[in-house]
């Protein structure tokens, strides 16, 4: 048990439908991120956030919509997804300066997009 | 950016030490060697980190070479529970600021009975 939780654990849905993932850090940390984890590539950072503001994109196709409410809370909002998007999809925290200190990592939220 | 190489997998008796390592030829003098293991179905587990000098904690030691170019992992007394993809990272710097982790192949271990 890291301290960081996500839901579902599991989802499986069709390339119309709009799903959210969601994920809890209960560290007290500032920093979140949603990285992706497909079986042919390495683990992929998706979105950063440090103290509720986004400061990274690194070039996610817009059908993928982080939101950060608070430092404690990360959604990602899904649309329109193609199959190319089933993947492992992980949400970490940490905390302090970006970087400084290690990511806790949830357990993932596997995604199936038929 | 640094990179890193790990050999694709390792085997290892269970009990016995378990010796895991990574070339970073490239790194430079202000980037910190991090490992991470990821047990099958769940998230990356951050293990130990280190800038130059040997480091230990509960779960694994850290030695890197002192032209800092390689370094190995030792998990002391393996177990079958250490079975993972043991990654080797080195922190890279994007936008200003040094946060990024960039996860490689990493090396699966599998420890024996």
């Known amino acids: 048990e890291t301290g960081v939780t996500q839901t579902p654990r599991h989802l499986v849905m069709g390339m119309t439908n709009k799903k959210s993932l969601k994920c809890e850090q209960h560290?007290?940390?500032?920093?979140m991120y949603w990285y992706k984890q497909s079986a042919k590539k390495p683990l992929e950072l998706m979105f950063v956030?440090?103290?509720?503001?986004?400061?990274e994109n690194n070039s996610v196709p817009s059908r993928f919509s982080p939101e950060c409410p608070n430092s404690s809370h990360l959604f990602l909002h899904l649309h329109t997804l193609q199959p190319e998007d089933s993947a492992l999809y992980l949400c970490?925290?940490?905390?302090?300066?970006?970087?400084?200190?290690?990511?806790?990592f949830g357990p993932g939220t596997r995604l199936t997009v038929l | 950016d640094a990179k890193t190489t790990q050999p694709t997998s390792m085997d290892c008796a269970e009990g016995r030490a378990a010796n895991l390592p990574c070339n970073h030829s490239t790194i430079s003098g202000n980037e910190y060697v991090y490992w991470y293991r990821q047990i099958h179905s769940q998230g990356p587990q951050y293990i130990i980190h280190?800038?130059?000098n040997n480091e230990t904690n509960e779960m694994a030691s850290l030695i890197i070479t002192e032209d800092r170019k390689s370094s190995t992992l030792i998990l002391p007394h393996a177990t079958l529970r250490d079975t993972a993809v043991y990654y080797c990272?080195?922190?890279?710097?994007?936008?200003?600021?040094?946060?990024?982790?960039?996860f490689g192949k990493g090396t699966l271990l599998t420890v024996n009975p």
């Open positions: 956030y440090n103290f509720k503001e986004q400061t």
């Open positions: 280190g800038l130059k």
């Open positions: 990272i080195v922190r890279v710097a994007s936008g200003g600021s040094n946060y990024k982790l960039t």
């Open positions: 970490a925290s940490s905390q302090g300066e970006l970087g400084r200190n290690e990511q806790f």
């Open positions: 560290l007290g940390h500032n920093a």
